[in-house]
């Protein structure tokens, strides 16, 4: 199975700052159809989790345009240039390109 | 708008059986692959189970082969998961998901 590696496994950042989650997987992502199909999500306190990037890099239409991801084969980093106070909460990392698909285990956004 | 709304979790004792149902709505629902993801209390998230667009392909993750089932029926817009020979560890909250949508859950609490 792949495993997926989170870091840091928490954040305190103030309103304004920048963050930026790592994630790293056991074996390249990019699959037999030339997509990499890295994903990032984020579970605010109490909700199901909720929508942010696809393949790599590709925000979803209501995400603000302050998140950005990027990386290829193993490698693949979540950025927020400016952190919001909705911007709270867990933020996982999981690949869809190999069965059985895996998460990564998280990173807690808290602010300052 | 796309909805994914679970029913049928709740209290069960080990070693019984447990079927959750997934509505689907706002989207042609034999158009995408679909699956279940669980999230234990206070932990990350896990996949369950995929299934293809016509249900003739299934995927599972290893805790879950050979005790759990995922069908769906297109003409009813529904997901299923049969769930057998539930064990404690199994307790969780049980998401229905699809390409960037996920349900808001439900609880399936495994104990006597």
């Known amino acids: 199975d792949v495993v997926m590696t989170q870091t840091p496994v928490s954040l305190s950042l103030a309103i304004g700052q920048p963050a930026s989650i790592s994630c790293k997987s056991s074996?390249?992502?990019?699959?037999?159809?030339?997509?990499?199909?890295l994903n990032w999500i984020l579970q605010r306190p109490g909700q199901s989790p909720k929508r942010l990037i696809y393949?790599?890099?590709k925000l979803y239409s209501e995400v603000p345009d302050r998140f950005s991801g990027s990386g290829s084969e193993t490698e693949f980093t979540l950025k927020i240039s400016r952190v919001e106070a909705e911007d709270l909460g867990v933020y996982y990392c999981?690949?869809?390109?190999?069965?059985?698909?895996?998460f990564g285990a998280g990173t807690k956004l808290e602010l300052k | 708008e796309v909805q994914l709304v679970e029913s049928g979790g709740g209290l069960v004792q080990p070693g019984r059986s447990m079927k959750l149902s997934c509505a689907a709505s706002?989207?042609?629902?034999?158009?995408?692959?679909m699956a279940w993801v669980r999230q234990a209390p206070k932990k990350g998230l896990e996949w369950v189970a995929s299934i293809s667009y016509e249900g003739s392909s299934t995927y599972y993750g290893d805790s879950v082969k050979g005790r759990f089932t995922i069908s769906r029926d297109n003409a009813k817009s529904t997901l299923y998961l049969q769930m057998n020979s539930l064990r404690s560890e199994d307790t969780a909250t049980y998401y229905c998901?699809?390409?960037?949508?996920w349900g808001q859950g439900v609880m399936v609490t495994v104990s006597s």
């Open positions: 706002g989207f042609t629902f034999s158009d995408y692959y």
């Open positions: 074996q390249s992502l990019l699959g037999t159809s030339g997509k990499t199909f």
């Open positions: 999981w690949q869809g390109t190999h069965f059985p698909y895996t």
């Open positions: 998901a699809r390409h960037g949508y």
């Open positions: 393949q790599v890099s």
